[in-house]
């Protein structure tokens, strides 16, 4: 019974902080061959691709990699999601040239994930995003002070 009281109030989200989430942060990139730099710098690296090339190797469609990793750097406020929507083909189009330059075997589009072990992808997905993710983007987020809300409707100000 007490579980049904753990929920958030409807609109507690709206009360936070404002600019305590990255996505709430101007995007460290903010054109498409900036996140495409960005990305493609990072799948080049094989010691942080090896995980993500054998599940696309598994079956994993790149299509779906590629969501999942520009949908993550989004939430790391690397880029907007318009960013991420131009820059998507692009990264899509470098992961076919790498998995054809390692003779992997990968699909474009989902019917094949149906071989896939979901608690492996998770796993793999977990992990990619994480490696994917540039860690000076939440020190230098961390770092940068805000600036003090003097006003009427301010917070905290008393």
Not at 99 to 114: F, N, R, V
Not at 116 to 134: A, C, F, G, T
Request: charged fraction near 25%; charge should be negative.
């Amino acid at each position: 019974m007490s579980e049904t009281f753990e929920a958030p109030i409807p609109g507690q989200s709206l009360t936070g902080e404002l600019g305590a989430y990255p996505w709430e942060q101007p995007a460290k990139y903010n054109t498409a061959e900036e996140a495409i730099d960005f990305y493609i710098s990072r799948l080049a690296n094989m010691d942080i691709s090896m995980d993500l090339f054998e599940s696309i190797n598994d079956g994993l469609p790149i299509t779906t990699a590629v969501d999942v990793l520009v949908a993550g750097g989004n939430m790391d406020g690397l880029h907007t999601m318009d960013v991420a929507t131009l820059a998507a083909p692009v990264i899509a189009e470098f992961m076919v040239a790498v998995c054809e330059k390692l003779d992997l075997d990968y699909t474009m589009e989902g019917k094949a994930t149906e071989k896939l072990n979901p608690k492996k992808l998770e796993e793999v997905m977990d992990n990619v995003s994480i490696d994917y993710m540039n860690p000076e983007v939440e020190e230098e987020a961390a770092e940068e002070e805000m600036p003090k809300v003097i006003g009427l409707m301010a917070r905290g100000v008393s």
